[in-house]
């Protein structure tokens, strides 16, 4: 590991064991599919905008993103258990209500680690949780979850749907989700509106955790409009391939003070052991 990822690490045991004394929030995950596997070009480029976001037919990569659901005693859930801990102890010394899971680069696995931190939340914890898929240009969240929004957080914050109509429950538990249905055309425009502010503060008042699924922070504003109204991040860093320079650019962008805990994604583990589950 480099500079960068040690001053990380030092910087989260100490406040770690300032808070509770518990072990640095990383969450070595099972590495990822081959680069592009089923989604080409990740790192190159989005798709153009459709009119609406794709409904539930990626049943196979789906699973793989909602680990916490299928396999609750899985070593990647025990880790995103341990990430939840340690947001609860730092939440003992001031409020943390509202969270953006971001990562420096496209395809480091946020949607990944935001649901499953929202999934633990609110099974372990029983927490009323919400989670907000705030990527209003390729979403990925719903498919995830099999949902087939009928209105989403571009709706809402046009006024163009009441929120009640484009929050959907997560059977079986005390997660909800707002979904992205339709793309718009000024997805920077809307995250960093009025409106937007005004929601996250409506959202924070009526559920215990608010969870935020984001673009990539590099190349786009949303992300870091988003941090503004946050009380806290986790950055997601792709352990082996984020370079070292795009994570430091990141965290430049975002306030530093902000940061939560670290995602490892893709740090070793025994892969036979602990890889999804389909
Ligand atoms: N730990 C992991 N093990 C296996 N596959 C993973 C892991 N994390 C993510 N993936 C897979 O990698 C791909 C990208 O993950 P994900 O969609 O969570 O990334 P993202 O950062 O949200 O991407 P984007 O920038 O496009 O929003 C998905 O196919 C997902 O299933
Ligand atoms: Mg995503």
């Known amino acids: 590991m480099g500079k960068v990822y040690d001053a990380l690490r030092r910087a989260e045991e100490e406040r770690g064991r300032q808070a509770t004394g518990a072990a640095a929030p990383t969450v070595p995950t099972a590495p990822p599919e081959a680069e592009g596997a089923g989604r080409p070009g990740r790192r190159k480029g989005r798709r153009g905008a459709a009119l609406t976001a794709p409904v539930p037919d990626e049943a196979l990569d789906a699973n793989r993103r909602r680990i916490a659901l299928l396999d609750p005693e899985s070593f990647v859930t025990e880790q995103f258990r341990t990430l939840r801990a340690r947001i609860e102890a730092l939440a003992a010394q001031r409020p943390i209500r509202t969270i953006l899971v971001t990562s420096a680069l496209a395809g480091e696995g946020k949607s990944t680690a935001a649901l499953n931190l929202a999934l633990v939340t609110a099974m372990e914890l029983d927490r009323k949780v919400l989670l907000v898929e705030c990527d209003l240009r390729r979403p990925e969240i719903h498919t995830s979850l099999g949902i087939a929004p009928r209105a989403g957080l571009a709706e809402v914050l046009l006024g163009e749907a009441p929120l009640e109509e484009a929050v959907h429950p997560v059977e079986g538990t005390r997660l909800h989700v707002l979904p992205v249905r339709k793309l ?29 699924d984001t673009p990539a922070t590099l190349g786009l504003p949303d992300a870091k409009a988003l941090s503004e109204l946050m009380d806290g991040v986790v950055m997601v860093v792709r352990a082996d391939s984020t370079p070292r320079e795009d994570l430091e650019a990141a965290l430049d962008i975002l306030d530093r003070r902000r940061i939560l805990g670290l995602v490892f994604n893709g740090a070793e583990v025994d892969v036979e052991r602990y890889e999804y589950r389909d």
Do not use: C, G, Q, W
Not at 197 to 212: G, N, P, Q
């Open 184 to 212: 718009p055309p000024n997805p920077s425009e809307l995250l960093s509106s009025e409106r937007m502010r005004k929601l996250a503060e409506e959202l924070a008042h009526s559920y215990d955790t608010v969870i935020f």
